[in-house]
């Protein structure tokens, strides 16, 4: 019976699969709106180009014979593409499936139809930022939440998986409650997903207005994690306050309890995305991930998608990052949480302090106390030392 | 599996080959996915309409060591399955 591993890796190298299951696809650099808090526009180091939809159709071959099975495909905007259709079915016709991540207000019937007539379609992930244009437009310019919610019943009324992304930030954190609301009772929706407004892209500019403060983060926390009780989880996170919410009480129960550190943690080990996908810019250049847009890995039809997955050193640097130990990090000194912490997002890491294998100060949990901010359910002192919400930003860490 | 049914493999599914020889089966029309094993992944291409029960197990004798006794009950019912899910048919004869 054959075994061993036949990709031809070295010894010792962390096993790989052959091929990516899944690749993150900005499909366009167009977009219809400039959001304040967008983390896609405004990187320097990312070049703004479209590309033809030959070459896009020429990639979906070259992923359909590699073994893909999902493109999850944004921008930009996606739908803003004259050529959607077009594109979509060379997805279809290269046997894999695809969602869409849009703003919603260039979705009407008509495509709505073609997305349901491909029966490929995972979902179309629409933003919707509050409960009403006042909260949502602060941030995504006048007429855009009429045009997601017409979106989202467009979707809903053609057959379309729809899913719905809460971004938190300064201007809907006191609408949390009337949103989830408008998302779970009015328009109907199963669930939604929540995260918030990050340092990355046009953010950094807007920081100060639109990211959320220690205070501001505490009390999202504290409403999420009320509202999902009511709802019966049907509120979900995998970033932002509610999963911060949820984490650092673990975290602090453990430090109490004097846990010893958990599997997975005290180490860069939050993203372990690098294993199963990555990303394509819409100028054809491959990347680790879009929230490391700047970390070039090479270029569509000049190298192998297999190749740069298989061998890139960097892909592989980031496959064996989850090695590095947080306590080597000055920001993690004498940190009691590092036995239950992963580092967080490296992509936010990168935006912070130059350094993808860094911790992300975004998600520190000894920050947050320190700034003042307290744990929903957990009766805390702030430990001692201060400390500021963004002490550190690009190339700040020696 | 009847005696002298010769299945083949619904061409919209993917072999997508994986860690050494393990590969995951993927139907894109109705996003199910199984992970097969390199018997499996074997088997998988034999699946061409051209051979039947008797001929994969040969086949399967000849390609693995050690094959255990009830390989042929064991690959019946893994197309069977494969078949109950929609990854495997019969070539309709033309008419």
């Not at chain 1, 080597?328 to 967080?344: A, L, R, S």
Request: charged share 25%; proline share 5%.
């Amino acid at each position: 019976m054959a075994t061993g591993n036949s990709n031809g890796q070295a010894a010792g190298a962390p096993r790989v699969m052959r091929s990516p299951r899944s690749l993150d696809v900005e499909i366009t650099s167009r977009c219809n709106l400039r959001c304040k808090y967008c983390y896609y526009f405004e990187n320097p180091q990312v070049e703004y180009e479209d590309l033809p939809a030959a070459d896009w159709l020429r990639f979906f071959e070259e992923c359909g014979e590699a073994g893909v099975m999902d493109l999850s495909i944004a921008g930009g905007e996606p739908f803003i593409r004259e050529d959607l259709r077009e594109l979509l079915k060379g997805v279809v016709r290269n046997r894999m499936r695809f969602a869409l991540l849009s703003n919603g207000g260039l979705i009407d019937d008509s495509i709505a139809e073609f997305l349901a007539r491909t029966g490929r379609c995972d979902y179309v992930q629409v933003s919707i930022d509050g409960s009403r244009a006042e909260t949502h437009d602060a941030c995504r310019g006048r007429g855009s939440w009429e045009g997601a919610v017409r979106g989202v019943r467009t979707l809903q009324r053609n057959g379309v998986g729809v899913a719905v992304r809460l971004t938190i930030h300064r201007y809907n954190v006191d609408d949390l409650e009337a949103t989830a609301r408008f998302l779970l009772e009015e328009l109907g929706l199963n669930s939604f997903g929540t995260n918030s407004a990050g340092y990355l892209g046009v953010c950094q500019r807007n920081a100060g207005g639109v990211m959320l403060t220690t205070q501001d983060r505490q009390r999202a926390m504290e409403t999420l994690l009320r509202l999902n009780e009511r709802y019966d989880g049907r509120i979900t996170a995998s970033a932002g306050p509610l999963a911060e919410g949820r984490t650092w009480k673990d975290m602090e129960e453990a430090r109490r309890r004097g846990d010893e550190e958990w599997p997975g943690r005290g180490h860069l080990t939050a993203c372990g995305c690098t294993n199963s996908k990555m990303a394509i810019r819409a100028d054809g250049a491959y990347v680790v991930c879009n929230m490391l847009a700047h970390a070039k890995l090479g270029r569509m039809h000049e190298d192998s998608l297999v190749d740069v997955w298989q061998r890139h050193p960097d892909m592989m640097a980031m496959r064996h990052r989850h090695e590095i130990p947080l306590g080597t990090f000055e920001h993690c000194k004498g940190c009691e949480y590092i036995g239950y912490c992963t580092g967080n997002c490296p992509g936010l890491a990168y935006s912070m302090t130059g350094k993808i294998n860094h911790p992300s100060p975004d998600a520190c949990l000894r920050r947050y106390l320190q700034d003042g901010g307290k744990i929903p359910g957990i009766e805390t002192g702030a430990p001692a030392g201060g400390g500021q919400l963004f002490p550190i930003m690009n190339g700040g860490l020696g | 599996m009847k005696p002298n049914e010769k299945p083949v493999a619904n061409p919209v599914v993917v072999l997508r080959e994986e860690f050494d020889d393990w590969a995951v089966l993927f139907n894109p029309d109705t996003a199910n996915a199984v992970g097969i094993n390199p018997v499996g992944v074997a088997v998988w291409k034999m699946l061409d309409g051209e051979h039947d029960l008797a001929a994969i197990v040969s086949e399967v004798k000849e390609q693995f060591e050690d094959v255990p006794e009830p390989v042929a009950e064991e690959l019946d019912g893994f197309i069977d399955n494969l078949a109950e899910q929609g990854f495997v048919g019969e070539e309709t004869p033309a008419q």
